[in-house]
């Protein structure tokens, strides 16, 4: 009996009832697939009906549509149901066919204008879920197909435009619907002749509308503020737009301050406060203004930096009017101990308990009692600093400094070991190089051991890259105070140390200095390590400087020899000067013998190179990728064979040329 109806009809119902969700669709598909479709529209209204109960969304629109096909004008029963379950762009979409389409008919007995009124609420009110349609297009295009209600579609696009937060767009919006305005009385007296009435009316809109074009940016930041009356920029452009008039400053300047919560400000509130004592100072209103920084000193900010800032703000302001006892006492109180401590990162602390750690206050402080104070509480500043362990490597300087000027070299001292103590590597090289410094230039060699500690304390856990000036500093005591012998030393440890960037320089220095101090002679075994140890490009610097320094001292063999090992690192094609270095020396101190051998190992250096690249095209024609990685190591091996076989070939042919000889 799968043709009669009834049957489906109760057998769904019975599954229904027992909550078979997808069994119960299987079978609703069933009875449609089973029954003619004569008889489907018994059989819709409870399969709809079915899946509205179910949170299945997806399941109920793919029935929708379903139906959609065989049923088009129940559109609007499919609206309401997206609209339900918050799937307001395909709604909008469906609104959007049933406008446009002129044979449409509603069941619900609305006309085009009430779904197109539909569709722009829906457009208006949800813009930001909407996005498949041009709400703005949509709406704009029924100010011309309604012109009876211009002013209903003008404030839904306003409405649309402010939910999206095109606020330029609404104030547009606005203009052109007055100037619209304007344009019809325009037309109504043309028509009907100049009336009094008319003529006052239209006054009326022309100067409603030349208001709204003056009150343009403050009707825009009105809007903004109103979104978010916490927003701290807005408010200063408020300010600026009242400029010229003081009352409106003032207040404006009061209902932010009054308004800004600090801890949901965007921006920094403290500037308000700033800002508004600054206008009564302009003004000359300088109880005012104090009046104003003492209220915002009690504001519970979110950062202790902008309590910091306006306590700082409060004391400059003090020296601005040349009030120098009134600053000090200002910024005294500010770094005062509060009645309960806390540390400078708990943010469940008021800021109040908090300010007397923050070292910006603590510095303007400092530079006060310099100037305007005495030496005693100065240092007494400093002292709390360091005690509070707020500290910055340039407070510990300008410490150190201050002691210095007067006379106290060993406190001096002793403010940079405490400084020292406090910080790590890198932030304390400043703090070694200008106490190593400010050492040696107070004693020299009256306390060279010492100052020999000092110098191996700094070099204990010295990262590599601030390692060579530390080093040249220590090899600079030896060299002037100490012992040559011992300033050689520290050169050759200064050379291990520091990173293969600085290898270079540091050798170049160690060979001019060993040069100056022992003779040029003893720089051979510099030489010969600064070769082995730096890359291709310094070694073969270094190496015709040694080979020049050796032909000086007319030692023509060690210099040639020189050359023959330089050779192997030196590709023909590439290094050019370095060949042609060597074949004027040749030509000035060889025979033809030389050079037919400095010939022959330049042609089987290049061999070794075109060896070397021959086998790396063969290599990286191999597909495979592990294929590639053993080639890099076989063109190694390559290489240390060709050099080999170089440099066996050389002393084979200078054996035979001295047996020659001999």
Known sequence: MHKMPRIWLDYCQFLAEQG????????????????????????????????????????????????????????????????????????????????????????????????????????????????????GGIIRGGLTRFTDQRGRLWGALADCYVRCGH??????????????????LLDTQAQLGRGQDGEVELELRLARFERLMARRPLLLNSVLLRQNPHNVHEWHKRVALHQGQPDKIIQTFTEAVRTVDPQRATGRPHELWVAFARFYEDNGQLDDARSILSRATRVRFRRVEDLAAVWCEFGEL?????????????????????????????????????????????SMLADLEESLGTFQSTRAVYERILDLRIATPQIIINYALLLE??????????????????????????????????????????????????????????????????????ARLEEQYGLARRAMAVYERGTRAVPPAQQSDMFHIYIRRAAELFGVTHTRPIYQRAIEVLGDDAARELCLRFADMECKLGEVDRARAIYTYCSQICDPRITGAFWQTWKEF?????????????????????????????????????????????????????????????????????????????
């Open 20 to 135: 078979r969700i997808t069994r119960t669709r299987r079978t609703f598909d069933r009875a449609l697939r089973a029954l003619p479709i004569t008889q489907h529209r018994r059989l819709w209204p409870p399969y709809l009906s079915f899946v509205r109960r179910h949170p299945l969304p997806e399941t109920a629109v793919r029935v929708f549509r379903r139906f959609l096909k065989l049923c088009p004008e129940e559109a609007e029963q499919y609206v309401s149901y997206l609209r339900s379950v918050g799937r307001l762009d395909e709604a909008a979409q469906v609104l959007a066919r049933l406008v446009n389409d002129e044979r449409f008919v509603s069941r619900q007995g609305k006309s085009n204008y009430q779904l197109w009124q539909e569709l722009c609420e829906l457009l208006s009110q949800h813009p930001d879920r909407v996005r498949s349609l041009d709400a």
């Open 167 to 184: 606020l330029e767009k609404v104030f547009d919006s606005y203009a052109r619907f007055e100037e619209s305005v304007i344009g019809a």
């Open 318 to 362: 003090e020296l601005r009017h040349q009030r120098h006892q009134e600053a000090l006492a200002v910024l005294r109180k500010a770094t005062a101990l509060p009645a309960k401590r806390a540390e400078y990162f708990d943010s469940s602390e008021p800021v109040q308990n908090r300010l007397y750690k923050s070292l910006r206050v603590w």
């Open 405 to 474: 000027e007067h006379g106290r070299f060993e406190d001096s001292f002793k403010a940079y070991e405490r400084g020292i103590a406090l910080f790590r590597w890198p932030h304390v090289g400043d703090l070694w190089l200008t106490y190593l410094s400010k050492f040696v230039a107070r004693y020299g060699g009256r306390k060279l051991e010492r100052a020999r500690d000092l110098f191996e304390q700094a070099l204990d856990g010295c990262p590599p890259q601030h390692a060579k000036t530390i080093y040249l500093l220590y």
């Open 586 to 662: 040749e030509i000035r101190h060889g025979n033809e013998d030389t050079i037919r051998e400095m010939l022959r190992i330049k042609r089987s250096v290049q061999a070794t190179y075109n060896t070397q690249v021959n086998f790396m095209a063969s290599q990286m024609l191999k597909v495979s990728g592990s294929a590639t990685g053993t080639g890099e190591a076989r063109q190694g091996q390559g290489r240390a064979r060709g050099r080999a076989q170089v440099r066996q070939g050389a002393r084979g042919r200078r054996h035979r040329h001295g047996a020659g000889h001999r």
